[in-house]
């Protein structure tokens, strides 16, 4: 337009070129010299332009169709002479014997080697030679793709490569092509390099590459590559065969160990091979081909191996073992079953040894300490660290070694698995909750560590303890008996005043907190806080006294702890809140206190356990005309008996009885630990036994001596008061029943209030909800709380009897 | 003519049928898929090798303005909105048959 506008004139391209009339024949005479030449690489020899300039004018005469013929024929008969001869005298019979004695295996090697560089070398050249003739006739290609008639003639020439070289037989006398040939010569290189050898890779690589550039159709599409379509089904197929055989293999002759370090390379070395000899599109195939065939049809097995499987690796600590075992079954199954029963059961069966010797050890009992006393020599007794406690402890920290041991196991081997965590959780819960007194034990445990008496530890090592202890805690099913046992025990340790301190105390109870929620701690917080009030209580008091009686110098020092009687888990019968007759200068503090407490806060109760007491007393011993004097730290109901023989020289157990009021029980395990017990025989016994009966007297023993100048009598039973017996447990056990109950009930009754109307799954199921986090609810159990609730007309019945459920009566 | 046997040299000579030569750069000379695949030195024609490609087809004049094109194309390629280059309407025709011949 523009052109026209400014008046320019189109000039008629020269005739020149198009002019002369051009001779088809001679021009592809011309043409057909130089592609044998270009096919015997002489094209330096050749000008680009001249040739192109003839194809050129070939098409533009519109014989581009003739040409396209004649490039074809030409073409297939240098195939079927030049490259074909050349490959086929390579397929020598050697290599076409499938026998294979040792020296024919090694020729047949070389020939294999000679034949597939062959094929790939004029492969290679073929293509270049074909994509240069493709240059020359791009004209010719341009117009006729361009018209979608034809594909292009490289295309063309790389079928007619497949067709006349890969497809042809290889003689005459055999039906197999030589596509078959190659491809079984390369699946013999592999299995050469899988036993050992070095082959040559980058050799398998070319062909690789050949029969990827190859199609099976001219359309080119990328599925149907001849790599894909011929030569790696019968790659996967052999390896498949390979390795079923070589898993079978292993398993009979090798060991776990091995099995799984032998699977692990070999997937090493199959995506190596993807990468350096094959096709990297294979890789994922063939791995799944290991992981199928070697891993997971074996792998079951492997685990379970005697000897040699993962339980002699647990037990070896064979980390490295293990981990290569995880990484293998977690490629096969993310859920890691096989891997995962494995470890449960072993942690079980390891768990149920534990439980059994910890209950073993607790029901022992006594048994040792009878030959203990007959042997004089031997000094005194292990500290009466009971063997209930040393079986707590001693299963805590078995719980804790093995704990520590899959921790690490977990780390190191599982490569932190979530799976794994899981169920190792659930393992330990299984067996830690399989021992029926787990609560206790994880409860005396922690006591016994909490007392002041852990001496032998570092500060940090107790609170490394009782960090692992509190991790415990989490597997307990049944936590309200934790609670109970442990408010028991804190309660003790703070009044025995046993406790390292209150701190430790404090921050043990925030690491529960933490762990096992607010409502848990409640309680014991409460202890904490009576214990710190009594104190002040007790300084004010002195205070008071010191003011009021100024005058009088009392003897007598007062410190108590004023308890709240709800918080304290302690029992009082009725005949140990009894009132006792105190000594006088005893009972006169006593009032004073009362009467100060009392003014202090009106209308409040209190009542003396005189069971939990403890006095220190001076006591003077005549003997020969030396006075000794020793500082006594004995109970309460001791000091009062001690005190009557200021008064008193010979008293039998009755009157004593009547003198002081103290409950039978307790004043014979009194006498019995005053004049009994070999340490501390403050007073004369007539008759001298262990028992006491109440004929028997008592009276001032001169004789007595002791190595220290303080000393503490114990009371006799006092020793283990931190175990219970079979009927506490009961006690304890029916309490935690009860508590139960009202726990079920209010949970009952507050998802009825919210919903309205359940059915009865949804409820049972709502309410092990909220309960499990406190306890392991019974179904029974709800289900008779429900039945109550029914009667005290909290709910009702659904009209449905089919379908039961309930509805809530406001 | 200096730049003969040197088979990397950056230039090229272009020769026209009626024997005007022109240097260009090598890059820009590739433009052309034929002068491309001329050069090629994997497929080693006489062209590759000497780097002189004699174009029978082409007149002095079109060549001229082919390799005036040669330079423009490479030095816009990628850019946008490019003032078009100034076409003499009497060459038109034989610009666009040598277009066609060289697949620029």
Not at chain 1, 79 to 106: F, N, Q, Y
Not at chain 1, 158 to 171: P, Y
Not at chain 1, 378 to 392: D, H, I, R, S, Y
Not at chain 1, 624 to 653: I, R
């Amino acid at each position: 337009m523009s052109g026209r506008a400014r008046g320019g004139k189109i000039r008629a391209p020269r005739r020149a070129l198009t002019k002369d009339d051009v001779d088809c024949e001679s021009v592809w005479e011309v043409l057909h010299r130089a592609f044998r030449e270009i096919h015997a690489r002489n094209a330096s020899q050749l000008s680009f332009e001249e040739l192109f300039r003839n194809a050129y004018k070939l098409v533009l005469k519109k014989k581009g169709e003739f040409l396209f013929e004649n490039v074809k024929s030409l073409e297939i008969s240098i195939l079927d002479t030049d490259v074909k001869s050349r490959i086929v005298d390579l397929a020598t019979p050697s290599l076409l014997l499938s026998g294979s004695s040792e020296t024919s295996s090694v020729e047949k090697r070389t020939a294999g080697e000679r034949f597939i560089s062959a094929l790939t070398k004029s492969y290679q050249d073929y293509s270049i030679e074909v994509g240069m003739i493709t240059d020359v006739l791009m004209y010719m290609d341009r117009i006729s793709t361009a018209e979608g008639r034809k594909p292009s003639i490289f295309t063309i020439a790389l079928g007619l490569f497949r067709e006349r070289i890969l497809r042809a037989a290889v003689s005459e006398e055999l039906s197999m092509s030589i596509l078959d040939l190659l491809e079984m010569t390369l699946l013999d290189m592999i299995a050469l390099e899988r036993s050992g050898e070095m082959i040559d890779r980058p050799l398998i690589k070319a062909s690789c590459r050949m029969l990827e550039n190859l199609y099976e159709t001219i359309t080119e599409e990328e599925s149907t590559k001849l790599y894909l379509t011929s030569f790696e089904p019968k790659y996967l197929d052999a390896s498949r065969d390979y390795y079923r055989n070589e898993g079978q293999l292993l398993l009979q002759e090798a060991d776990a160990t091995t099995f799984c370090s032998q699977a692990s390379r070999r997937l090493k070395e199959e995506s190596e091979r993807c990468q350096q000899s094959l096709s990297r599109v294979t890789e994922p195939k063939i791995i799944a081909v290991i992981e199928k065939e070697l891993i997971a049809a074996h792998i079951a097995e492997v685990i379970n191996l005697p000897g040699t499987g993962i339980r002699a690796m647990i037990t070896n600590d064979k980390i490295d073992d293990l981990r290569n075992l995880y990484d293998l079954v977690h490629r096969i199954d993310q859920r890691l079953k096989p891997l995962k029963d494995a470890v449960h059961n072993l942690v079980l069966e390891v768990g149920e040894e534990i439980n059994k010797s910890a209950l073993q050890t607790a029901s022992e009992k006594q048994q040792p300490k009878a030959p203990e006393k007959k042997e004089p020599g031997k000094g005194p007794p292990p500290k009466p660290l009971n063997q209930q406690t040393v079986a707590a402890v001693n299963w805590v920290e078995e719980v804790l070694k093995l704990k520590a041991k899959y921790d690490k196991l977990w780390e190191r081997a599982f490569r932190c698995d979530g799976v794994m965590e899981k169920s190792l959780e659930i393992s330990f819960q299984d067996f830690i909750n399989g021992n029926s007194r787990a609560p206790e034990f994880v409860s005396l445990f922690l006591d016994q560590y909490l007392k002041s008496n852990g001496k032998d530890k570092t500060e940090a090592e107790v609170d490394a303890l009782l960090d692992s202890g509190v991790t415990l805690l989490q597997y307990l099913a049944d936590k309200d008996i934790l609670e109970s046992y442990y408010h028991k025990h804190m309660a003790k340790r703070l009044l025995m005043n046993k406790t390292i301190s209150r701190d430790v105390e404090r921050s043990m109870l925030s690491k529960m907190k933490v762990k096992l929620g607010n409502q848990f701690t409640v309680k014991m917080e409460g202890l904490l806080k009576d214990v710190e009030l009594s104190e002040n209580l007790t300084k004010q008091y002195k205070d008071y006294a010191a003011k009021l009686e100024a005058k009088k110098s009392s003897k007598v020092d007062l410190e108590m702890h004023v308890l709240t009687m709800t918080v304290w888990p302690i029992f009082t019968s009725e005949s140990e809140l009894r009132s006792c007759v105190y000594p006088a200068e005893v009972a006169q503090v006593k009032e004073s206190f009362e009467k100060f407490y009392l003014g202090k806060h009106t209308g409040r109760k209190l009542t003396w356990m005189h069971h939990m007491g403890e006095a220190t007393m001076r006591a003077t011993f005549k003997k020969d005309g030396q006075a000794v004097t020793y500082e006594v730290a004995v109970p309460t109901f001791c000091m009062m008996v001690l005190m009557l023989f200021n008064d008193h020289e010979k008293l039998t157990f009755d009157e004593i009885q009547q003198l002081t009021n103290i409950p039978t029980e307790q004043l014979i395990r009194t006498m019995q630990s005053v004049a009994v017990a070999p340490k501390t025989r403050l007073l004369k016994k007539e008759p001298m036994s262990r028992d006491v009966n109440p004929t028997d007297e008592f009276s001032h023993n001169p004789d007595f001596k002791h190595q220290f100048r303080k000393f503490k009598v114990a009371l006799v039973s006092e020793q283990s008061n931190k175990v219970e017996n079979a009927e506490e447990r009961k006690e304890t056990q029916k309490k935690a029943d009860d508590q139960r109950g009202l726990l079920v009930d209010a949970a009952v009754v507050r998802i009825m209030k919210a919903r309205k109307s359940l059915t009865h799954q949804q409820l049972m199921t709502e309410t092990i909800q909220i309960l499990s986090s406190r306890f392991q609810p019974e179904v029974a159990m709800i289900k008779k709380k429900i039945e109550t609730l029914i009667d005290r007309e909290y709910l009702e019945r659904g009209p449905d009897p089919a379908n039961p459920s309930y509805n809530y009566l406001a | 003519m200096a730049d003969t046997n040197k088979e990397l040299s950056p230039f090229v000579t272009l020769v026209s049928a009626d024997g005007f030569e022109f240097h260009v750069r090598r890059s820009a000379a590739c433009v052309s898929g034929t002068i491309r695949r001329m050069l090629d030195v994997q497929n080693n024609f006489s062209e590759a090798q000497s780097g002189v490609c004699h174009l029978e087809n082409l007149s002095g004049i079109v060549l001229e303005k082919v390799v005036e094109y040669f330079y423009y194309n490479e030095k816009h390629h990628q850019s946008s909105s490019v003032a078009d280059m100034d076409i003499p309407a009497d060459l038109c025709l034989e610009l666009l048959m040598a277009a066609d011949y060289l697949d620029t």
